[in-house]
Structure formats: C-alpha cells, structure tokens
C-alpha cells in the first residue's frame, strides 16, 4: 500500500471503526487528528495499531508523533 489515496481510505476506514461520528474529510493535512477529530489516547492507540494492521506496515511508539497529522501519516506509510 504505496498509495496516497489507498492510505487516506485506509485512515477512514479505521477511523470509522474507532470513531464513527468523525469525518477525516474535514481535517486539513496539517491539523493536529487528536484534536480535529476529537480523539483520545486510547481512540489515537486503536487508529494506530489498526493503520499498522491495514497497511502491513510495523509502526513502533517512538513514530507515533510522526502520526499526528494526515499529511504525516501518509508520508510515513509510503515511505
């Protein structure tokens, strides 16, 4: 999963899962998720093992930061 789009859908479907009233489509690219989409830890915690899980991709805590935004989740995952 190298794709911008495949891994914006992968956030939405996550999100969806975790967080059914939040709309990833009104975050812009560099806004904090936690905040925009109201999310707490445990929320923040379950987005990031289920994006690991879609996108075959290990992510340790140490990159969590490295999440926060869309713009820096995308770069991560097709990197």
């Known amino acids: 999963m190298k794709n911008p789009n495949d891994i ?3 956030a939405t479907d996550v999100l969806a899962g975790i967080a ?8 812009g690219d560099h806004e ?4 925009a989409l109201d999310l707490d830890s445990m929320d923040f915690l379950n ?7 879609g996108s075959g991709v290990p992510i340790p805590e140490s990159d969590y930061p490295r999440l926060f935004t869309l713009q820096g989740l ?3 995952l097709t990197r």
């Not at 059914?20 to 975050?27: N, Y």
């Not at 987005?47 to 899980?53: E, P, V, W, Y």
């Open 8 to 10: 914006r859908q992968l």
């Open 20 to 27: 059914p009233e939040a709309d990833l489509s009104t975050v």
């Open 32 to 35: 904090d998720l936690r905040e």
């Open 47 to 53: 987005f990031i093992i289920g994006l690991s899980q």
């Open 74 to 76: 995308v770069a991560y």
